[in-house]
């Protein structure tokens, strides 16, 4: 009797395994990443993902010397408006030159842009056109500004409403120049083929985690405890 009771409480717990993993690994991907890179040094310097797997979100303005710095993003978009669009950062720590996990006591923080009329693939090679996007998105009033997080408390996954941005590049309202990040404190984020995280990318509503799935999954295992109990 139990091992008949036991088989349908695995197969609740297989379907709600189910429902958590279309929340994530297997949902549609609607942007991909063509270009990572970021500057710092007031940007003197300059990587892209031909050099290095990772973008440092760094201060948009520093008072030691103008030490600023940014990240900047660029993806391959699909052709049609959708209902929902989500930018997904993996963020690796806090930090430029020494990364620390973020955590309760050590608060992450973002801000992400739209680069307006400068195209990010720009960047890695002029000086000057990295200084004048620095000075203006300092500038900026809230146009560029998509939206800023002053609470991240963990390494990994962050999902990011761009619905917005994202229709504006397909109806050509905007042009896809690419996203801009910054942070007070100093991001490590994964960029394109990295070896510590997942490569940037834009996904529609169906790949951010539900937590009710969970519930249903922990309704499933207390399921199976009491069909043990009353056989």
Known sequence: MFKKLAAKSLM????????????????????TTSLTGYTFMGGGIAYTNSVK????????VEESAGYWG?????????????DSAYLVLDC?????????????????????????????STLGSSAAVR?????????????????????MT????YYIDITDLYNAWVLGTTTNNGIILAS?????LAGIGSSEGTTPYIADNASVPVPGTMLLLGAGLVGLTGLRRRS
């Open 92 to 120: 690796l720590g806090s930090g430029s030159m020494t990364i620390s996990e973020l955590s309760d006591t050590n608060v992450g923080d973002l801000a992400i842009y739209s680069s307006g009329s400068t195209d990010v």
């Open 184 to 188: 007070d404190i100093g991001l490590k």
């Open 154 to 157: 963990y390494n990994g996954l």
């Open 70 to 82: 940014y990240g900047w993003l660029k993806f391959d978009i699909g052709t049609e408006t959708v």
């Open 53 to 60: 797997d990772y973008v440092l979100a760094q201060p948009l």
């Open 12 to 31: 609740l717990l297989i379907v709600a395994g189910s429902l958590v993993g279309s929340g994530s690994a297997f949902a549609a991907t609607i942007g």
């Open 131 to 151: 200084s004048a996007l620095q000075a203006t998105l300092a500038a900026d009033d809230g146009t560029l500004l998509l939206t800023e997080l002053d609470s």
